[in-house]
Each structure stands twice: as C-alpha cells, then as structure tokens.
C-alpha cells in the first residue's frame, strides 16, 4: 500500500476487503469439496472409495481456497498503488497510453443532439 498514516476509510477499506477474500475464499473451498466429496454423502460407496473422494476433495478445495485468497489480496494491494505505477487503478478504469484524454471527447448529450427547431429522429416515425 503506501507509507504515512491511513485515514479511518482506508483501514476500513482493507478490513472489508480481506472479510471478502477470506469468505469468498472459504466458500469456493466448500464448493469444490462438495461437488468432489459431495457422492460420498448421497451414494453409499465403499469405505475406501469414501476416504480417497474426501481426500482428494480436500486437496483442491484448500488449494483453490488459498488461491482466490491471495488472488484478491493482491489485486486489491495493485489497485490501491499510486498512479504512477502504470497498472490498472480499480476495475473498469484502464488506462491506456497514449489515447487522447477524456476531457477532449464530447459527451453523448452533445453529440447526439438535434438542431433547434427540428424534430428528434425518434419522433420522426410517429407522424
């Protein structure tokens, strides 16, 4: 993150965000465990068979976990940099270099808009 003091909505920020990685994280974990272990509970299979299902559906599951864990962690950590870094700043917000600044496009009001006196192009078909 940065260096200084965090203001009370950035450690509030962090707080939520590692409450979502650690949920989201346990309840990938769950799903992935349920659809692999899930038989063992509907069908009765031998006990081996059981015991490998549960094994080898904790494995995955724990893994996938720590995973999404760490995955949303980090992107949050790289969301968080400084403009200057030359990453993405939060999603949807992609910067890309050398495109014209924002302010010099107009916005869709004014592109759109009918001369004075002339009737919209939606009404046009309603005469």
């Not at 893994?63 to 870094?85: C, K, S, T």
């Not at 917000?93 to 010099?104: D, F």
């Amino acid at each position: 993150m940065g260096s200084g003091t965090r203001g009370q909505a950035e450690r509030d920020a962090v707080t939520v965000e590692i409450g979502y990685a650690l949920l989201s994280g346990c309840f990938l974990g769950f799903v992935v465990f349920a659809a692999v272990a899930g038989p063992v509970l509907v069908w009765d299979l031998p006990a081996g068979v059981g015991k490998a299902l549960v094994v080898t559906g904790t494995v995955p599951a724990s893994v996938l976990g720590v995973v999404r864990v760490v995955h949303l962690l980090w992107r949050f950590a790289g969301a968080a940099a400084g403009p200057g870094d030359g990453r993405a700043h939060g999603r949807g917000r992609t910067r890309v270099l050398g495109a014209p600044p924002a302010a010099r496009v107009r916005p869709p009001a004014q592109q759109y808009r009918s001369p004075p006196g002339a009737t919209p192009r939606i009404w046009a078909n309603f005469r």
